[in-house]
């Protein structure tokens, strides 16, 4: 699976932004989906995940009600529409994937995660 980040940008705080993930290569089914963030001089954090059907979430709290993951399956890509932004939210942002049907656990560090995206960056100015 090749993964395509895209969408980044300069935005002001509270401001808007969407950020894409492509995938090929392969079949998008029963991969699920993350995106990560690593700011300058800090360790790549887990942001948020989406099961394979999109039918679950995982949000960190730090964006909770701010950040919407979701996934078209036919489209195959991962959306991450981030609103209310704040300047810590400043990173590059990377998209992620792993196979996995069972949804028994959210894979929350990057160790699990097989195909990686090679990041946008986001900057949020105050």
């Known amino acids: 699976v090749q993964l395509q980040a895209s969408g980044g940008g300069l935005v002001q705080a509270g401001g808007s932004l969407e950020l894409s993930c492509a995938a090929s290569?392969?079949?998008?089914?029963?991969?699920?989906f993350a995106w990560f963030r690593q700011a300058p001089g800090k360790e790549r954090e887990f942001v948020v995940a989406i099961s394979w059907r999109g039918g679950r979430t995982y949000y960190q709290d730090s964006v909770k009600g701010r950040f919407t993951i979701s996934r078209d399956n036919v489209k195959n890509t991962v959306y991450l529409q981030m609103s209310s932004l704040k300047p810590e939210d400043t990173a590059l942002y990377y998209c992620a994937a792993v196979f996995d049907r069972t949804g028994l656990v959210w894979h929350t560090t990057s160790g699990p995660y097989v195909y990686w995206g090679q990041g946008t960056q986001v900057t949020v100015s105050s």
């Open positions: 290569g392969r079949t998008f089914s029963g991969y699920t």
